[in-house]
């Protein structure tokens, strides 16, 4: 069975602090994507990050980073800095290699960001 | 990467009727999905669109309640039958790239449906 695991259901911060926001997976594939989709008010998805489960290394993109690690299989994300608009809802995916690219959602981190 | 665009964007539906969605992407994909997010909850996989035949629905999904086309490798529709208020949600279309080595999945904008 694949799941995902967004512990965190609502994080408040105030502008310029940095937020961890946590993945956690369940999945039997040995090989499998991660993915992290943000979602402001107005209802869209917006892709952030795909990550294959043989790529280890973090990845770093302006403001925001990822950290990917098998053995706690844990995907977390983190925005330095944070501004007001990174307030939205988002959500960390999973997709088994053999899964027809199903994507499998976790339960979504709301994120609001305080002037 | 792939831009998606649905219609309407928006509908209020009066119970027992249906209502059909629209879902246009600006390439040829080879997959295409169909989302619901009920309010306030993750986003739920209804069904797999399969261009040429028919679709593959998830658990708990039929498809008299949400029939799918695919006629082409660009379009989709949903249409959700005999609506009740339990209905209304966002439904969104992704689609996975062509390339299936990114295995990336973009959505649309999505379609608030209110059922009232």
């Known amino acids: 069975a694949q799941k995902v695991t967004q512990a965190q259901t609502e994080i408040s911060v105030v502008e310029k602090e940095d937020v961890t926001l946590d993945c956690v997976y369940e999945t039997r594939d040995t090989t499998y994507y991660l993915f992290w989709y943000k979602q402001p008010p107005s209802g869209e998805l917006v892709f952030l990050i795909r990550r294959n489960s043989f790529d280890e290394q973090n990845e770093i993109s302006g403001r925001y980073s990822w950290n990917f690690q098998k053995s706690t299989s844990s995907f977390n994300f983190t925005i330095t800095a944070s501004q007001v608009v990174d307030s939205a809802v988002y959500f960390c995916?999973?997709?088994?290699?053999?899964?027809?690219?199903?994507?499998?959602f976790g339960q979504g981190t709301e994120l609001s960001v305080k002037p | 990467s792939a831009v998606i665009s649905q219609k309407p964007s928006r509908d209020i539906c009066q119970r027992g009727t249906s209502l059909t969605i629209q879902c246009q992407v600006d390439s040829q994909v080879t997959m295409m999905f169909w989302y619901r997010q009920q309010p306030g909850q993750s986003l739920t996989l209804i069904a797999t669109?399969?261009?040429?035949?028919?679709?593959?629905?998830e658990s708990g999904f039929v498809i008299d309640k949400f029939p799918i086309s695919r006629p082409n490798l660009t379009f989709s529709t949903l249409t959700v039958s005999n609506m009740s208020p339990e209905d209304s949600s966002i439904y969104l279309c992704?689609?996975?790239?062509?390339?299936?080595?990114?295995?990336?999945?973009?959505f649309g904008p999505g379609t608030r449906l209110t059922v009232l």
């Open positions: 992704s689609a996975r790239d062509r390339d299936s080595s990114t295995d990336t999945q973009y």
């Open positions: 669109a399969n261009q040429g035949s028919e679709a593959t629905y």
């Open positions: 995916a999973l997709s088994g290699h053999n899964q027809g690219g199903k994507l499998i």
